[in-house]
């Protein structure tokens, strides 16, 4: 079945980079990224990890641990670990999870409708597709994105969708389109005007059932 906003994302046991981890325990008190690769020393998964590895700062002020998730073996994630931080002039620090019988794959729903898994395998065979997942401190899926093998991803857009999702958690507020950190923010519907007022002081009533204020300090 697959996984839904809100769901908890499976538990599970498994070999990676850096050992062998049990993944709710991994988690602790931290958000989490979760990503998935379709194999080792492939082109756009190389400038993916690069890009993971180099906002190492960014997620360690969000309190974030990103894991990846590739079908081939922890010697292989090692080898190609080297390439990516000669890649990105930046240290690989966070796991790689080594899915080779594809449990965390089929776990997490993150194969295509058909897939197979023959010896000697190519990308396009154990296609897992790129997903995201980003992961609370409770161990719930809050989004999730999903890309063809041919499409890289834009972390910078992951890190704006954790900023929100860490702002609308923290304030019981909503975030409109394209927003980032420190734009005006959006004053959810089931809050009265009364109510705004006192928790927002002033807003902008653009349309009744659309009012913008500035975030709380």
């Not at 080792?40 to 690069?50: A, H, L």
């Not at 063809?148 to 890190?159: C, D, Q, T």
Request: aromatic content about 10%.
């Amino acid at each position: 079945m697959a996984l839904r906003i809100n769901d908890t994302v499976p538990d599970f046991t498994a070999p990676t980079s850096q050992g062998e981890i049990s993944f709710h325990d991994w988690i602790g008190e931290s958000w989490a990224i979760l990503f998935s690769h379709p194999k080792d020393f492939t082109p756009v998964c190389t400038t993916e990890f690069g890009a993971v590895a180099k906002l190492a700062d960014e997620w360690a002020k969000r309190n974030t641990k990103p894991i990846g998730v590739s079908v081939d073996g922890v010697e292989d994630h090692i080898k190609w670990a080297n390439d990516i931080s000669g890649f990105a002039s930046a240290p690989v620090e966070f796991p790689i999870i080594a899915d080779e019988d594809l449990t965390v794959s089929k776990m997490f729903d993150m194969l295509p409708a058909e897939y197979v898994l023959p010896d000697g395998r190519s990308p396009a065979d154990s296609a897992t597709v790129r997903v995201v997942y980003i992961i609370d401190p409770t161990k719930k899926v809050r989004l999730m994105m999903t890309y063809p093998m041919s499409v890289g991803r834009n972390f910078a857009e992951i890190l704006r969708a954790l900023d929100a999702l860490q702002t609308t958690d923290a304030h019981g507020v909503a975030t409109p389109a394209d927003w980032t950190v420190g734009q005006d923010v959006i004053i959810p519907p089931t809050v009265s005007n009364e109510d705004a007022s006192a928790k927002f002081g002033a807003f902008d009533a653009v349309l009744p059932y659309l009012r913008k204020t500035k975030l709380p300090s």
